[in-house]
Nanobody
Framework: QERLVESGGGLVQAGGSLRLSCAAS????????MGWFRQAPGKEREFVAA????????FYSDSVKGRFTISGHNAKNTVYLQMNGLKPEDTAVYYC????????????????WGQGTQVTVSS
């Protein structure tokens, strides 16, 4: 059974850092593109970052560019999201997702989703 499991969330003060992890299991995700999304209370889920299956290409939303870094994968079924300079507006449930390679529209059409991990940034 396909499974994505996130970890690493928690409570941090503004300006602090957290590193999220996503472990994929149950099928060969090695060639899948993987992404991070988040959903804050009362808001729609939004794209955060994505990485190609070989780790060679990364993509970010404007709101996190320069502060967050997606890494890992390279056919190893594990991706990370290093979050630095956290702001209260980054507070959300963060989800890991995976999809077959599309090489475009990095914020869309993900097939597999994790259960999410809570990130709370206090001011």
């Amino acid at each position: 059974q396909e499974r994505l499991v996130e970890s690493g969330g928690g409570l941090v003060q503004a300006g602090g850092s957290l590193r999220l992890s996503c472990a994929a299991s149950g099928r060969t995700f090695s060639l899948y593109e993987m992404g991070w999304f988040r959903q804050a209370p009362g808001k729609e889920r939004e794209f955060v970052a994505a990485i190609s299956w070989n780790g060679g290409s990364t993509f970010y939303s404007d709101s996190v560019k320069g502060r967050f870094t997606i890494s890992g994968h390279n056919a190893k079924n594990t991706v990370y999201l290093q979050m630095n300079g956290l702001k209260p507006e980054d507070t959300a449930v963060y989800y890991c997702a995976a999809r077959r390679p599309r090489y475009s529209d990095w914020a869309k059409e993900y097939t597999y989703w994790g259960q999410g991990t809570q990130v709370t940034v206090s001011s």
